[in-house]
């Protein structure tokens, strides 16, 4: 760590740098070198080969990535950042299975755990700036070999996730012309991905930005849509064009398969919502995260109640959960499975469907970019702390990590082995995989969360000294940790007694509830390579690394909120 990450919160204050009851408190940048010389463009975007060059450091810089990330950019992967194939198109296997509210209670139970947990991450990520990430505070406040495993976990997470996402994008394009093979579609779009990661993390932070606010006003498009098809609205002749209401949740009915179908979305549900801890990924490659990030945590709730509660609660209201059309009604991919675009071909909507196609295949992809940067950041993270070979400490002169890119995106070509006969269970492998492989990670984050309080109390510590504070306190963390193990039960119950009906073969079992054994294989291979155990509270390390933050200006900041009228007040406790 750099000598200004080592320091204690409130020790020292930087009278230069005070500011006059700013609209937000500035704070000490931690763990960014002295300037180094400014590249030119072409290298500094990747364009040409002297990019490819190793970056030059200065001693003692640990972060290694350059913070070059701005506020917007935090705040629009936050609010849209990860919404691709498990929401738009996973949610229709999730209403055939459960009916409209069994998903709708499921989404909201996975959106009020990943309230707690994001929260959580930003309490530790603004007081413990780390590139790479999560994984690092497990090591830190749970258990170094544990951390291995989560660490590993998350790459291996993203690297599957990447060829689920190009499988959804060719078979998306197949809605308009299916005469073309899914494996040119597959190819356009992993070579795409390549091309937006040669311009290293700007090209990530633009594309999230660009593609994040096309999927939020395409929402609210579908959304006031939905809102007009339900009240009768549609065309004359459509399947809307009379008042149709809660209909559907009482013909075909609310529940399929009872308490099975129930249990069953929870997979589907944890793997839409994966990928929203990457906001703080994200933040350690921000000029100001600990300024920055706070507003983009609290975009996460609002991403949560616009996109997945309202989103699919019109969805329950106008599809049918025994519609053919729907992904689980089928063996594969069908180019009609997402219930947003059967919106739209049932209310006759010319183009409407399409248009709906079109925002599914730039949410695909964004996310297909979210998999590289996730899964190449924690591998350099990795390999930095000794978890990983060496060679993908390499991060080169346009700011990428080289290697760790390179190999994430060699998981890309997998994509094409679900075009063979087999696919279709392909494809339920590495659902099953990259779905509960988020559980553990988010599980992890409100574990270290609820250790790092105990820790920082027994040091003498009040939570005065913590100048972000998570919503729930330690108790939304125990809450988050209570229904991530909840969620594990519910799909090891699925995994014995599917929602078909009878009991599952040892491979169905398998096939559900994968991703725990291998996450017990890298705990192991954790523990063999550090050889540690869980860290006992007095153990664990609170000022190693801690930001140093200008508590002046932080002070001044709290004095004049509580100044405000309460609508204010509480405007910036939502949004800023």
């Not at 990259?434 to 409100?446: H, M, Q, V």
């Amino acid at each position: 760590m750099s000598d200004i990450e080592k320091g204690s919160a409130g020790s020292s204050h930087d009278k230069e740098t005070r500011v006059d009851a700013a609209p937000l408190p500035a704070y000490e940048s931690a763990g960014v070198a002295e300037a180094l010389p400014q590249e030119d463009f072409m290298t500094r975007n990747g364009l040409n080969l002297a990019s490819f060059k190793p970056r030059r450091y200065h001693t003692g810089d640990s972060t290694e990535i350059e913070r070059t990330m701005k506020s917007r950019h935090l705040h629009m992967i936050a609010i849209g950042g990860s919404i691709g194939a498990g929401f738009f198109v996973g949610s229709g296997k999730a209403l055939h299975n459960g009916g409209p509210a069994s998903l709708l209670i499921d989404f909201a139970i996975i959106g009020i755990m990943m309230f707690n947990v994001v929260y959580a991450l930003g309490e530790l990520a603004v007081m413990f700036p780390v590139t790479g990430g999560f994984y690092t505070y497990s090591t830190r406040f749970i258990d170094p070999s544990w951390g291995f495993a989560m660490g590993w976990n998350y790459v291996f997470q993203w690297a599957i996730v990447l060829p689920l996402e190009l499988t959804v994008c060719g078979f998306t394009v197949g809605y308009w012309n299916q005469d073309i093979s899914v494996a040119v579609w597959i190819t356009i779009f992993l070579v795409a991905i390549i091309i937006i990661n040669v311009f290293g993390t700007l090209g990530y932070a633009e594309e999230e930005f660009w593609a994040s606010a096309f999927k939020l006003g395409a929402t609210i498009v579908f959304l006031i849509i939905c809102l007009v098809m339900v009240l009768g609205g549609g065309p004359k002749g459509s399947r809307y064009d009379h008042y149709t209401g809660a209909a559907l949740w009482y013909s075909p009915g609310a529940f399929a398969n009872g308490f099975r179908g129930f249990c069953s979305c929870f997979v589907t549900a944890a793997f839409a919502f994966s990928g929203t801890e990457l906001v703080g990924l994200a933040a350690a490659e921000a000029k100001n995260p600990v300024k920055s990030l706070p507003g983009a945590i609290k975009q996460v709730f609002w991403r949560i109640t616009l996109f997945y509660i309202l989103g699919l609660f019109f969805v329950g209201l106008l599809i049918p959960y025994d519609d053919q059309n729907l992904l689980g009604a089928n063996p594969f991919i069908n180019v009609n499975a997402s219930p947003f675009v059967l919106v739209g071909k049932y209310a006759n909507l010319t183009g409407f469907d399409s248009f709906m196609n079109v925002v599914i295949l730039v949410s695909v992809l964004s996310l297909g970019v979210s998999c590289v940067y996730g899964g190449s950041r924690t591998l350099t993270a990795l390999a930095q702390q000794g978890y990983a070979p060496k060679i993908f400490t390499y991060v080169d002169r346009s700011n990428r990590p080289l290697f760790s890119v390179l190999v994430i995106i060699a998981f890309g070509p997998l994509a094409y082995v679900n075009l063979a006969a087999a696919g279709p269970t392909v494809f339920d492998w590495l659902l099953s995989l990259s779905g509960l492989a988020a559980l553990f990670t988010w599980g992890s984050i409100c574990l270290s969360h609820i250790r790092f309080r105990k820790a920082w109390a027994l040091k003498g510590h009040s939570v005065e000294e913590i100048p972000f504070r998570a919503a729930g306190g330690v108790w939304g963390s125990w809450l988050g940790l209570v229904l991530v193990v909840l969620v594990l039960i519910a799909q090891f119950y699925v995994a014995i007694c599917p929602p078909g009906g009878g009991f599952n073969t040892v491979e169905g079992f398998f096939v559900q509830y994968l991703a725990l054994p291998v996450v017990i294989v890298f705990w192991i291979g954790g523990f063999i390579w550090k050889r540690t155990s869980w860290l006992r509270v007095d153990q664990i390390d609170v000022d190693t690394g801690r930001r140093e933050h200008d508590w002046d200006s932080i002070n001044a900041y709290r004095a004049q909120l509580a100044a405000m009228p309460a609508w204010k007040r509480w405007w910036h406790k939502l949004f800023v």
